[in-house]
C-alpha cells in the first residue's frame, strides 16, 4: 500500500469539503508545500494552528515573506494581503523604518529586566496621539489590556458588572468570550465560570434604549466597552452618534468608558476613533498597530483610574494597589517597532491612504457583484470591508446596501462551508482575506493592487457558480 500524499493527509480533516470540488483541487495543486507542513502541524499543534482565525479547510497557507502589500508562501506563490498581520500592520509588511529601529534595538539586547529608555519614549508617543491617555500602562497583548481595563474600572468605580454589545470582539478572557460568535443570551462559554459571566450584561449593539434601560435598572455597573466603529471593526456597525450618546450615559451613571481601540487605533486616525470623531472615553485599549507588527498592546486612560497601578497614588490615596506583572510588557524590540511605527502614523497620511484604498476596494468589489448578478453586499468605513452573503435573500443592491437597517445576528450569519470556499478561491487567484470573510487595507496598498483583488473576486464568484454555489 502507497503511503498518503502530504496533500491527503492535510485535507484528512477537511470533513465538510467535498472532494470533486474544482476549488479545492485547485488549491490543493497550488500549495503541495503548505499541505506538507499541515500535516506536520497537526500532529502537534490542535486542528494544526496557533490562532482560531487561521483555521480553514483543507489547511492554510504557510507564509515564507512577505514585503509591503504582499506576501509569497512556500510554493512561491503571490497573494495581495489584506490579513494584515490580524490587523497589525497597517504600514504594510516591512515598513524600511520600522525594520530599521528593530535591527537598531536587537543589539542593545532583547529583555533587560530592568526599565529602559525606549518604554518611556514609546509611552511618550502614545500620549501624544490618544486623547484619553494621561497615562499609559504597557501589556503584551489587546486581550491583556481589556482584562486591565476592566480591573481599573471596577477598583476605581467600587461596583462589579460590564456591560458589552453583542458581536464586539474584546479578546478571549473569561469575561469577554460569550455574546461574540455564540452564546448570545450571556450563558457561559466552556471552561467560564457562570458566577463570572452573570456579571457581564450583553445589549444589542447600538441601540440607545437598551442600554439606557440597563443602567437605570442596575446600580451596580463598573464599565461599558466597545468597538467604537461596531464589532469586528464595523462587521456589525452602529451609528456612530452612539459614541457620544454613550458617553453622556456613562458619565451621568459613573460608568467607566472604555473604547477598545486595538483595531481602530492608529488605523481610523492617528489618535484612534476617539480623535476622529471626539469623544474621549476615559479609558481606551490598544495592540495590533501600537507594536508595529511586534506582540505588544497598552490601556490608556485618565490619571484618577490609572493610579490604581501606582505604588505612591494608591498609598496616598488608602486604596489598594492594583498587582500587575508581565514578563513582555514593553519589551524594548517592541517599543521600538511601536515608536517608530507611530511617528509614521503620526508625521503622514497613512490612515488616509489606507481609508482611501478601502473606499476604492469596497466600490470595485460591488461592482464585480453587481456585474455578476449576485444579491451580496461588500461593505465597511475607513480601511475596512466586509462581505454581506445575504442569508435571508433579500433583494438588494450591493453598492447601496446599508448594513445599520440590517440585525447583527444576521450580518454575522455565513455559511462556513461558502466561506470557506471563497477563501479558498480568492488564493487561488492571489488574494488572502480574513475569515469573517473581509478585511483591512493598508498604507502599502498600491494601485497595482486594486485590478488583481476585483479579478480574483471575479473569477472567485465564476468559480463558485460553476459549482452550483450561486
Same mark, same amino acid.
Given at each position: 500500500?502507497?503511503?498518503?500524499?502530504?496533500?491527503?493527509?492535510?485535507?484528512?480533516?477537511?470533513?465538510?469539503?467535498?472532494?470533486?470540488?474544482?476549488?479545492?483541487?485547485?488549491?490543493?495543486?497550488?500549495?503541495?508545500?503548505?499541505?506538507?507542513?499541515?500535516?506536520?502541524?497537526?500532529?502537534?499543534? !490542535?486542528?494544526?494552528?496557533?490562532?482560531?482565525?487561521?483555521?480553514?479547510?483543507?489547511?492554510?497557507?504557510?507564509?515564507?515573506?512577505?514585503?509591503?502589500?504582499?506576501?509569497?508562501?512556500?510554493?512561491?506563490?503571490?497573494?495581495?494581503?489584506?490579513?494584515?498581520?490580524?490587523?497589525?500592520?497597517?504600514?504594510?509588511?516591512?515598513?524600511?523604518?520600522?525594520?530599521?529601529?528593530?535591527? /537598531?534595538?536587537?543589539?542593545?539586547? @532583547?529583555?533587560?529586566?530592568?526599565?529602559?529608555?525606549?518604554?518611556?519614549?514609546?509611552?511618550?508617543?502614545?500620549?501624544?496621539?490618544?486623547?484619553?491617555?494621561?497615562?499609559?500602562?504597557?501589556?503584551?497583548?489587546? #486581550? /491583556?489590556?481589556?482584562?486591565?481595563?476592566?480591573?481599573?474600572?471596577?477598583?476605581?468605580?467600587?461596583?462589579?458588572?460590564?456591560?458589552?454589545?453583542?458581536?464586539?470582539?474584546?479578546?478571549?478572557?473569561?469575561?469577554?468570550?460569550?455574546?461574540?460568535?455564540?452564546?448570545?443570551?450571556?450563558?457561559?462559554?466552556?471552561?467560564?465560570?457562570?458566577? +463570572?459571566?452573570?456579571?457581564?450584561?450583553?445589549?444589542?449593539?447600538?441601540?440607545?434604549?437598551?442600554?439606557?434601560?440597563?443602567?437605570?435598572?442596575?446600580?451596580?455597573?463598573?464599565?461599558?466597552?466597545?468597538?467604537? #466603529?461596531?464589532?469586528?471593526?464595523?462587521?456589525?456597525?452602529?451609528?456612530?452618534?452612539? +459614541?457620544?450618546?454613550?458617553?453622556? +450615559?456613562?458619565?451621568?451613571?459613573?460608568?467607566?468608558?472604555?473604547?477598545?481601540?486595538?483595531?481602530?487605533?492608529?488605523?481610523?486616525?492617528?489618535?484612534?476613533?476617539?480623535?476622529?470623531?471626539?469623544?474621549?472615553?476615559?479609558?481606551?485599549?490598544?495592540?495590533?498597530?501600537?507594536?508595529?507588527?511586534?506582540?505588544?498592546?497598552?490601556?490608556?486612560?485618565?490619571?484618577?483610574?490609572?493610579?490604581?497601578?501606582?505604588?505612591?497614588?494608591?498609598?496616598?490615596?488608602?486604596?489598594?494597589?492594583?498587582?500587575?506583572?508581565? @514578563?513582555?510588557?514593553?519589551?524594548?524590540?517592541?517599543?521600538?517597532?511601536?515608536?517608530?511605527?507611530?511617528?509614521?502614523?503620526?508625521?503622514?497620511?497613512?490612515?488616509?491612504?489606507?481609508?482611501?484604498?478601502?473606499?476604492?476596494?469596497?466600490?470595485?468589489?460591488?461592482?464585480?457583484?453587481?456585474?455578476?448578478?449576485?444579491?451580496?453586499?461588500?461593505?465597511?468605513?475607513?480601511?475596512?470591508?466586509? +462581505?454581506?452573503?445575504?442569508?435571508?435573500?433579500?433583494?438588494?443592491?450591493?453598492?447601496?446596501?446599508?448594513?445599520?437597517?440590517?440585525?447583527?445576528? /444576521?450580518?454575522?450569519?455565513?455559511? !462556513?462551508?461558502?466561506?470557506?470556499?471563497?477563501?479558498?478561491?480568492?488564493?487561488?487567484?492571489?488574494?488572502?482575506?480574513?475569515?469573517?470573510?473581509?478585511?483591512?487595507?493598508?498604507?502599502?496598498?498600491?494601485?497595482?493592487?486594486?485590478?488583481?483583488?476585483?479579478?480574483?473576486?471575479?473569477?472567485?464568484?465564476?468559480?463558485?457558480?460553476? /459549482?452550483?454555489?450561486?
Amino acid at each position: 500500500m502507497s503511503a498518503a500524499t502530504p496533500q491527503a493527509e492535510a485535507s484528512s480533516g477537511a470533513g465538510m469539503l467535498a472532494s470533486n470540488s474544482g476549488i479545492v483541487q485547485a488549491y490543493l495543486t497550488k500549495t503541495p508545500s503548505s499541505a506538507t507542513l499541515a500535516a506536520e502541524a497537526r500532529d502537534i499543534l !490542535p486542528s494544526g494552528i496557533v490562532h482560531d482565525a487561521r483555521h480553514m479547510q483543507p489547511y492554510g497557507i504557510y507564509v515564507t515573506r512577505a514585503e509591503g502589500s504582499r506576501k509569497w508562501d512556500r510554493d512561491g506563490n503571490e497573494y495581495v494581503d489584506y490579513a494584515g498581520g490580524h490587523g497589525a500592520l497597517l504600514l504594510g509588511h516591512g515598513r524600511p523604518e520600522v525594520l530599521a529601529a528593530i535591527q /537598531e534595538a536587537l543589539p542593545d539586547g @532583547t529583555h533587560p529586566g530592568a526599565n529602559h529608555e525606549r518604554e518611556v519614549r514609546w509611552a511618550q508617543i502614545v500620549r501624544e496621539l490618544v486623547p484619553c491617555a494621561e497615562r499609559v500602562r504597557f501589556t503584551s497583548s489587546g #486581550t /491583556e489590556a481589556t482584562h486591565m481595563a476592566l480591573r481599573l474600572a471596577r477598583a476605581h468605580t467600587g461596583k462589579n458588572k460590564i456591560v458589552r454589545f453583542k458581536g464586539h470582539f474584546h479578546g478571549w478572557h473569561d469575561h469577554m468570550t460569550s455574546g461574540y460568535m455564540s452564546h448570545f443570551d450571556g450563558a457561559p462559554t466552556a471552561g467560564v465560570l457562570p458566577d +463570572l459571566a452573570s456579571q457581564v450584561i450583553l445589549l444589542p449593539p447600538g441601540d440607545e434604549a437598551a442600554a439606557r434601560a440597563a443602567f437605570e435598572a442596575d446600580d451596580d455597573i463598573a464599565a461599558a466597552i466597545l468597538e467604537p #466603529t461596531g464589532g469586528s471593526f464595523g462587521l456589525v456597525p452602529h451609528a456612530f452618534e452612539f +459614541l457620544g450618546f454613550l458617553r453622556e +450615559l456613562t458619565a451621568k451613571h459613573g460608568v467607566a468608558l472604555i473604547f477598545d481601540e486595538v483595531i481602530t487605533g492608529f488605523r481610523v486616525s492617528p489618535g484612534g476613533a476617539q480623535g476622529y470623531f471626539g469623544v474621549t472615553p476615559d479609558m481606551s485599549t490598544h495592540a495590533k498597530i501600537i507594536a508595529g507588527g511586534l506582540p505588544g498592546g497598552a490601556v490608556a486612560g485618565r490619571k484618577e483610574m490609572l493610579d490604581d497601578l501606582d505604588f505612591y497614588a494608591a498609598k496616598e490615596s488608602g486604596r489598594e494597589k492594583i498587582f500587575h506583572p508581565g @514578563t513582555f510588557n514593553a519589551n524594548p524590540v517592541s517599543a521600538a517597532a511601536g515608536t517608530a511605527a507611530l511617528t509614521i502614523v503620526r508625521d503622514s497620511d497613512a490612515c488616509e491612504r489606507a481609508s482611501a484604498f478601502g473606499a476604492e476596494l469596497r466600490a470595485g468589489l460591488n461592482g464585480v457583484l453587481e456585474d455578476e448578478g449576485v444579491p451580496w453586499s461588500v461593505y465597511g468605513t475607513f480601511s475596512s470591508f466586509h +462581505l454581506f452573503m445575504n442569508p435571508r435573500g433579500r433583494a438588494i443592491t450591493p453598492s447601496a446596501f446599508d448594513p445599520l437597517e440590517i440585525d447583527f445576528a /444576521e450580518l454575522k450569519q455565513r455559511p !462556513p462551508e461558502l466561506v470557506n470556499k471563497i477563501r479558498l478561491g480568492l488564493l487561488v487567484n492571489g488574494v488572502d482575506i480574513q475569515g469573517w470573510p473581509g478585511g483591512m487595507a493598508s498604507a502599502a496598498n498600491t494601485a497595482d493592487d486594486l485590478p488583481v483583488t476585483v479579478d480574483a473576486f471575479r473569477e472567485t464568484i465564476r468559480m463558485l457558480r460553476r /459549482e452550483g454555489e450561486l
